[in-house]
């Protein structure tokens, strides 16, 4: 298993205040990571010229906008996000109609549409406030397969549900996988949350690490530490080679 390999499988969260921040880290990491995930804060600080940078440079691009709006709204917004040239897009995954829509607006583009099934923040009684008598791992499994039928690529969801998702699924639906910290770190924010090596073995493809990169006193050691987990899993479960971007 070469290290290449096991580095596709890192999307680092790039989930910081300025757009010059985000650049000074991506330098730091250098080659070491290949690829990254803009998400809403910084979306709203310059991101998407940022998007735009990191492609030039080579990397793919997770560009996470949870969209959920009208049909026609999520279809025209898709099409635009199309023309940066990214590799993922999310979409809130809580009906067909809108995931269809979704998949409308690519038509032509080769951006993986990737629906957000569970927050990995939510807890049981989180669900519950939304009006849903689902537990979430229910629930994460109830959008992924709705995402499915939909024709979308994949979901966002955690390893605790990943196992499940996989088995409903195929094994060419991506599942990208956020909430992962080292075994003994701590969480932060996060309720859902399982090891890298965990996250690989039941069936992730990608997995999301924020913080425990974006906030280490060295995030370039760090980084390598998430690979060389990534890269033991998969010669454990004998998948060596990373989804296709």
Known sequence: ????AARDHLIVALDMPTVEEARRLVVELGDTVSFYKVGLELLFAGGLDLARDLKRQNKNVFLDMKLLDIGNTVERAVANATELGINFLTVH??????????VSGRTGSSVKLLAVTVMTNLTADDI?????TLAPADLAL??????????????????QEAAR?????????????????LQGSTTDDQERVMTPENAIAAGANHIVIGRPITQADAPKAAAEKFIQCIEDALAKTGSGSATSH
């Open 128 to 132: 519950r406030q939304q009006g849903s």
């Open 165 to 181: 998702i996989r088995e409903a699924t195929s094994p060419k639906f991506l599942i990208v996988t956020p909430g992962i910290r």
């Open 93 to 102: 995954g809580h009906d067909l109609k809108t995931m269809r829509a979704a």
């Open 142 to 159: 109830r959008r992924a397969e709705l995402a499915y039928a939909a024709g979308f690529d994949g979901v966002i969801a955690s390893g």
């Open 1 to 4: 298993m070469s290290s290449t």
